[in-house]
């Protein structure tokens, strides 16, 4: 069974940083892309960030370039999201989403999610 | 930028009704298009990719059509657990979410 499972999240204070990490386990991690979407209260959800199994490829979301970075550890099986100068507008649940294997990114897997505040 | 947008924003039918929600792309994205259902409280589930793709597991009253801007999700006989919250999803370039349909009962 996939089990994504992500930490980290609390409250942070506008400017601040702050880092997530999702644990993998149930596929074999190495082989699949993965991506952090987050979802603010009330609202849609948003891509945040890809980085292919290799992590030759990374992406992000305008709204996040420059002060996100997304980085995989396949020996752990673990993916974080560093996060840096942070902004009200941050303040989401973040979810670590495993990618389809198609052409294009498509979020097949959720974890249940970690909660990120920015609020002074 | 490409704007996804989504109508009815909320709909309310009956036990076995059919239910259609249609999803519009502001250019064309072929087939690129993927459908999610969020229940209340719950994590977002991928239904359907490719425009008409049925995720494995995923129940057969549920379908997808179209191509280019213009798609539709339809429920052909709409279930008391099928109370959710529907996003379509762009994912050619730069993943986008449209701005979701709420279906009640």
């Known amino acids: 069974e996939v089990q994504l499972v992500e930490s980290g999240g609390g409250l942070v204070e506008p400017g601040g940083s702050l880092r997530l990490s999702c644990a993998a386990s149930?596929?074999?991690?190495?082989?699949?892309?993965m991506n952090w979407v987050r979802q603010a209260p009330g609202k849609g959800p948003e891509w945040v960030s890809f980085?292919?199994?290799?992590?030759?490829?990374?992406y992000y979301a305008d709204s996040v370039k420059g002060r996100f970075t997304i980085s995989r550890d396949n020996a752990k099986n673990s993916l974080y999201l560093q996060m840096d100068s942070l902004r009200d507008e941050d303040t989401a649940v973040y979810y670590c989403?495993?990618?389809?294997?198609?052409?294009?990114?498509?979020?097949?897997?959720w974890g249940q999610g970690t909660l990120v505040t920015v609020s002074s | 930028d490409l704007q996804m947008t989504q109508s009815p924003s909320s709909l309310s039918a009956s036990v076995g009704d059919r239910v259609t929600i249609t999803c519009r792309a502001s250019?064309?994205?072929?087939?690129?298009l993927a459908w999610y259902q969020q229940k209340p409280g719950k994590v977002p589930k991928l239904l359907i990719h490719?425009?008409?793709t049925l995720q494995s597991g995923v129940p057969s009253r549920f379908s997808g059509s179209g191509s280019g801007t213009d798609f539709t999700l339809t429920i052909s006989s709409l279930q008391p657990e099928d109370v959710a919250t529907y996003y379509c999803?762009?994912?050619?370039?730069?993943?986008?979410f449209g701005p979701g349909t709420k279906v009640d009962i």
């Open positions: 989403a495993r990618s389809l294997p198609v052409n294009g990114i498509v979020f097949e897997y």
């Open positions: 149930g596929f074999i991690f190495s082989s699949y892309s």
């Open positions: 980085i292919s199994d290799t992590t030759r490829s990374i």
């Open positions: 250019q064309g994205i072929s087939t690129y």
């Open positions: 490719a425009a008409s």
């Open positions: 999803q762009k994912y050619n370039i730069a993943p986008t």
